[in-house]
């Protein structure tokens, strides 16, 4: 877990580290081997960080290894056997791809955002869009969903209309919430600035929102290998983006980002498309399982989680008590703009969504 507002122990120089750095930053999930450790516990289930359980696609493994022997060659710097695969897949747009979808976030703020221009951002959500629009001095505008998670598009417009960026995230994490694409394109009608449509989970919704990239010239959509495609470790993201925006997106980006290696995984990963389709599938039995079997009341999820309410526990108290029994779920207490009684837990392999219910209904059980 990132530091507090302490200072490291001793350095003099401390005060040469920014402001935005000297508090807290990313939170990463729980390590399996320390949860293990700590409970005395052989095998432990990993349901904190929306990861996908199975393997990459053969056909990833392979390409990965094959690009392995070339590099010694830095690589093309268009990446443009990734672009032509990700043509072949979604068809003809424009791509730009990154060291994960973080990369690509991490670019865009870098091309467009001035130090104090606005960056608006709906909650609760994904962290990363603050983090980084803090990083590039910008003024974050937060804008609170509706109770029911939802996004009310007046109020969006209205305080994300003379944003230079706003980010919506669909289906949104930690809530699962999918947004209507009929909303979506009110937004982009409504706003003066460009809206990143995060869509790291839209392969396991049935909701497209790509028909909105023909009709509007500032709309990024943001994709990932990270989810769907089993590619979490690999890091590479990519995003629809409007012809105009290309240039410059390459003009800010950190030059070779993307390794030869993962680019080829990625290729690999996208020519096996039934594999995505058969997670996917699995995903979606799964995720409506936990809804009618696990006693908590929870959201409707478009992505491969599930928000679960754990009321009267608060969140941390409900994730610790799963991982004392070897399930490690992820307490939403950190996500700015949601109240402290959620947890969000990923559909994982088999025996670990069977743990999870078992130990959930016991937890209940047994506090009734
Ligand atoms: C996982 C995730 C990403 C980023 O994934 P990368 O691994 O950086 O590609 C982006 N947005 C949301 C909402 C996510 O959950």
Not at 86 to 103: E, K, N, W
Not at 277 to 293: G, H, I, K, L, P
Not at 310 to 329: C, H
Request: hydrophobic residues 45%; charged residues 20%.
């Amino acid at each position: 877990m990132a530091g507090n507002d302490e200072n490291p122990a001793g350095s003099r120089y401390i005060r040469l580290i920014r402001n935005l750095y000297r508090s807290g930053g990313y939170v990463f999930a729980a390590k399996a081997e320390d949860i293990a450790r700590q409970h005395g516990i052989s095998r432990v289930a990993r349901l904190a960080s929306n990861e996908n359980p199975w393997s990459p696609s053969a056909a990833a493994v392979r390409e990965g290894h094959e690009a392995l022997k070339g590099a010694n060659r830095y690589p093309d710097e268009s990446m443009a056997m990734l672009t032509g695969a990700l043509a072949r897949f979604h068809g003809d747009y424009s791509f730009v791809t990154g060291v994960g979808m973080d990369g690509v976030i991490e670019t865009i703020i870098r091309t467009l955002v001035n130090p104090g221009d606005r960056v608006a951002i709906s909650l609760p959500t994904f962290s990363f869009y603050r983090l980084a629009a803090l990083a590039q001095a910008a003024e974050v505008v937060e804008i609170p969903r509706e109770p029911d998670f939802s996004v009310s598009t007046g109020r969006f417009i209205e305080l994300a209309r003379d944003a230079k960026v706003s980010f919506l995230c669909t289906p949104n994490n930690p809530t699962g919430t999918v947004i209507p694409a009929a909303d979506i394109r009110q937004i982009l009608s409504g706003i003066r600035g460009i809206l990143f449509l995060d869509n790291a989970y839209v392969e396991f919704s049935d909701t497209d929102y790509l028909p909105l990239m023909k009709e509007y010239d500032n709309l990024i959509i943001g994709r990932t290998m990270s989810k769907a495609f089993a590619l979490a470790g690999a890091r590479v993201g990519y995003a629809f983006i409007p012809g105009w925006l290309a240039p410059f997106y390459h003009r800010a980006a950190t030059p070779f980002t993307l390794n030869t290696v993962s680019a080829r995984a990625a290729i690999g990963a996208l020519e096996d498309r039934t594999e995505m389709e058969r997670y996917v599938a699995y995903v979606q039995q799964w995720r409506d399982r936990f809804r009618t079997e696990c006693p908590l009341p929870s959201c409707p999820s478009g992505a491969n989680f599930v928000m679960f309410d754990t009321a009267p526990f608060s969140g941390d108290e409900m994730a610790l008590l799963l991982a004392e029994k070897g399930v490690i779920v992820r307490s939403c207490a950190s996500f700015p703009g949601l109240p402290d009684h959620y947890i969000r837990v990923s559909v994982g392999d088999a025996w670990e969504n069977e743990l999870f219910l078992a130990v959930i209904t016991e937890i209940c059980r047994s506090c009734a």
